[in-house]
């Protein structure tokens, strides 16, 4: 697998590990053992959360499971193309209000982005490919995995061991390469915002 750190250049210095993190497509369709996949699992759980209120609920699928053919129906078409090759898909919730108190937990999706961080690099860590999507149906996730309805479906990811990206799709294979960002002055601000 690519390293970020080949293609990308810091402005500023930070541990490669930022670099070399990406999201590739590529995967060769092998299992992956469930015990591998709970230390992802076990990674994002310690992410950091408002008030410790930890509102990031993971659900799964493994391929080859009763389960597999649900999560994979989500996909849409595009994201389908590859990952019928992927080893586990995930879905991403968070709960709005907090459990104990019924207050509104109004960073629940900025708590459970931490945590898909941490299951992104902890995946990337063990030479896994982890890839996050959007590209899935929203409220149909909500109804066939049964989310309550003070949670929120957040994303979904791809997990799998890397392939050959010979063998992704045309449109995917001009891709398959770790992208670059925009520059740090069009993101950062001190002081108010000015576009």
């Not at 699992?41 to 389960?67: I, M």
């Not at 849409?76 to 990952?83: D, L, P, Y």
């Not at 066939?144 to 799998?160: F, K």
Request: hydrophobic share 40%.
């Amino acid at each position: 697998m690519i390293k970020g750190s080949e293609l990308r250049q810091a402005a500023h210095p930070i541990d490669s590990l930022f670099l070399d993190r990406w999201s590739p497509r590529a995967m060769t369709g092998e299992p992956i053992d469930e015990q591998e996949l709970l230390v992802l699992f076990e990674a994002a759980h310690w992410a950091p959360s408002s008030g410790n209120s930890q509102p990031w609920r993971f659900l799964y699928a493994r391929r080859d499971t009763e389960a597999w053919p649900l999560f994979f129906d989500l996909l849409a078409e595009g994201n389908r193309t590859w990952c019928h090759r992927a080893a586990a898909l995930i879905v991403f919730i968070s709960r709005t209000t907090h459990d104990q108190s019924g207050r509104a937990l109004v960073t629940h999706s900025y708590d459970t982005g931490a945590a898909w961080m941490s299951f992104a690099y902890q995946g990337w860590l063990r030479g896994l490919v982890v890839h996050g999507m959007a590209g899935f149906d929203y409220a149909r996730a909500r109804t066939v995995l049964h989310v309550p309805d003070d949670m929120t479906v957040e994303a979904m990811a791809a997990v799998g061991k890397p392939g050959a990206k010979e063998d992704l799709p045309p449109q995917h294979l001009q891709r398959e390469f770790p992208s670059q960002r925009k520059p740090l002055a069009e993101l950062v601000f001190d002081g108010p915002y000015r576009p």
